[in-house]
C-alpha cells in the first residue's frame, strides 16, 4: 500500500528565502507526481506534474525534482513571498502494473507561512 | 474554460439530512474522481465515475454513501443521514482518459459541515 509523507508538516520563513518541501513515498512504482497548492477554505491548484521518467519540472519560481528509485520528490521555492503561503500536497499516481493507476495518494501537506 | 465546477461551496446539514454534491468536469472531460479531505487528513479516493458507470467506488463507506455521473448533467455525490463524522471537504477532479500524461484538474471542493 502506497504511503506519502511529507516533512516538515509547518514552515515558516521570512520573504524573499530559498525553502525546499519534502516528499516521500513507499511504493517506486509510480506515473507520475504531482504538486499542488491549497490555499485555507479553497481547492487544490496544480503546480508541477512530473512523469515518472523524467528528473525534474520548472515553473517560474518552482523547480520540482523526482528520484523515482528513492522514493523522494522535492518542491524548492525560489525568493519566497508572502503569497507563497498556502498549504502544498503531494499527490502520486500508481503505475499501470500496481493496478487502478487513476487513485491519487496524497501526502497530508506543508503548510507554509511566509513572513513580510 | 470554467474548470471543475462543485456546488454548492459550503453546505450545512442537520443530523439525518441528506447532502447532494455536485460536480461537473471539465468540458471534454469524461472521467470524475471524487476525494474526501476529513479535518487534520490527507484526501483519500472515494470513487470513479465514467459516464453512466461506476468504475471503482472501494474508497467509499458501504453504507450512506452513493454517487452517480448520468448521461446529462452533473456527477453528483449523494449522503443520506448523515453524521458528524461525515463533515469533510469534498473535491471532485476530472480528467479526459485515465493513460494519458495528463494530471488531474480539482475543483474548490464542498465544505461539508453536519450540526
Known amino acids: 500500500k502506497q504511503e506519502v509523507t511529507q516533512i516538515p508538516a509547518a514552515l515558516s520563513v521570512p520573504e524573499g528565502e530559498n525553502l525546499v518541501l519534502n516528499c516521500s513515498f513507499t511504493?517506486?512504482?509510480?506515473?507520475?507526481l504531482q504538486w499542488f497548492r491549497q490555499d485555507p477554505g479553497k481547492g487544490l491548484t496544480s503546480l508541477l506534474l512530473?512523469?515518472?521518467?523524467?528528473r525534474e519540472q520548472t515553473s517560474g519560481r518552482l523547480n520540482a525534482s523526482l528520484d523515482k528509485s528513492s522514493g523522494r520528490s522535492t518542491l524548492y521555492i525560489a525568493a519566497s513571498q508572502p503569497g507563497d503561503s498556502a498549504t502544498y500536497l503531494c499527490?502520486?499516481?500508481?503505475?499501470?502494473?500496481?493496478?487502478?493507476?487513476?487513485?491519487?495518494?496524497f501526502g497530508k501537506g506543508t503548510l507554509l507561512t511566509v513572513n513580510p | 474554460n470554467a474548470g471543475v465546477m462543485q456546488n454548492p461551496r459550503h453546505l450545512v446539514r442537520r443530523r439525518g439530512q441528506e447532502a447532494r454534491l455536485r460536480c461537473s468536469p471539465m468540458?471534454?472531460?469524461?472521467?470524475v474522481y471524487w476525494y474526501r479531505q476529513l479535518p487534520e487528513e490527507g484526501l483519500k479516493f472515494m470513487v470513479y465515475?465514467?459516464?453512466?458507470?461506476?468504475?471503482?467506488e472501494s474508497g467509499m463507506p458501504k453504507e450512506r454513501f452513493s454517487a452517480e455521473f448520468p448521461k446529462e448533467g452533473p456527477s453528483i455525490l449523494r449522503i443520506q443521514q448523515v453524521v458528524r463524522g461525515d463533515s469533510a471537504a469534498y473535491f471532485c477532479?476530472?480528467?479526459?482518459?485515465?493513460?494519458?500524461?495528463?494530471?488531474?484538474?480539482f475543483g474548490s471542493g464542498t465544505r461539508l459541515t453536519v450540526v
Open positions: 477532479a476530472s480528467s479526459p482518459l485515465t493513460d494519458s500524461n495528463y494530471g488531474y484538474t
Open positions: 511504493d517506486s512504482a509510480i506515473y507520475n
Open positions: 512530473i512523469q515518472s521518467s523524467q
Open positions: 499527490a502520486v499516481r500508481p503505475s499501470e502494473s500496481g493496478g487502478s493507476n487513476y487513485k491519487l495518494t
Open positions: 468540458k471534454g472531460h469524461s472521467h
Open positions: 465515475l465514467q459516464k453512466e458507470n461506476i468504475i471503482d
